[in-house]
């Protein structure tokens, strides 16, 4: 997904398999859409997507939601040539004994999957599956992800919510005053100079956090910020400590 309608135009966010959006604007080669997981807003290529009828966009809103868990798995269509390859964290939209259906174009599907509110120790788990990925602007998957686009995935594996960028997420949850409120799977989040959230992580046991930063990594986390021990100084001041789920 890209900022602008153009090739040259940076990503701003990535659409994984199984997600639905509705269109708000189109041109003969990229078509706006805006996501129906969390409204996210942005330019995609029109050969890039399958239209649904009314229909089974309507049922798709109701299907409980399962979501891959395997870095990458191969599903195997009804044509010869019909094998995408979808990520973790995309939706499996009508899974039923190992196939998925997407109008009248199945695919089995043969990987792990999760479903339902999970909870804190499996979210911590989560998040450490997606431990080295590296940093990409606008990813969400563990060939590349950002800082929020991690946080928001590692909550839908677990079950929960979250909008896609960090100033978003920080309007959410409720405030601790100290970090050694804090349980593993509270999530932690970093101003810049101007005061403007731009950076959050997940927080773990023993004063430590795991984030996306230049790769998802784990670093120490104190009332200053983030101590990223192999630079020998604090990365990122900061600003408030939220808490998602109970």
């Given at each position: ?41 942005g330019w995609i290529d029109r050969l890039q ?198």
């Amino acid at each position: 997904m890209r900022g602008e309608p153009s090739d040259a135009s940076e990503q701003v966010n990535v659409v994984l398999f199984g997600e639905s959006f509705s269109i708000l604007e189109e041109q003969p080669k990229w078509v706006r859409i805006q996501l129906d997981h969390d409204g996210y807003e942005g330019w995609i290529d029109r050969l890039q997507y399958q239209p649904l009828s009314p229909s089974y966009y309507k049922l798709l809103a109701t299907t409980p939601l399962r979501v891959s868990l395997d870095p990458v798995q191969l599903l195997q269509g009804t044509g010869p040539t019909d094998y995408p390859l979808i990520v973790q964290g995309a939706y499996l939209p009508f899974l039923d004994a190992g196939t998925i259906r997407l109008e009248q174009q199945s695919y089995s599907f043969e990987g792990a999957f999760t479903t339902g509110k999970k909870d804190r120790a499996d979210l911590v788990d989560f998040a450490f599956s997606y431990l080295n990925a590296p940093y990409q602007w606008g990813g969400r998957t563990p060939f590349g992800i950002d800082c929020s686009g991690f946080t928001q995935m590692v909550y839908r594996l677990a079950g929960h919510y979250l909008p896609r960028d960090a100033s978003q997420q920080a309007r959410k949850g409720t405030t601790l005053s100290f970090l050694e409120e804090c349980k593993p799977g509270d999530l932690a989040f970093f101003d810049n100079a101007e005061g403007a959230i731009t950076h959050v992580g997940i927080v773990l046991d023993d004063s430590h956090i795991i984030h996306a930063s230049g790769r998802v990594r784990v670093d120490g986390l104190d009332h200053s910020g983030i101590y990223n021990a192999e630079l020998g100084r604090h990365t990122h001041k900061l600003r408030v400590l939220k808490r998602m789920i109970d």
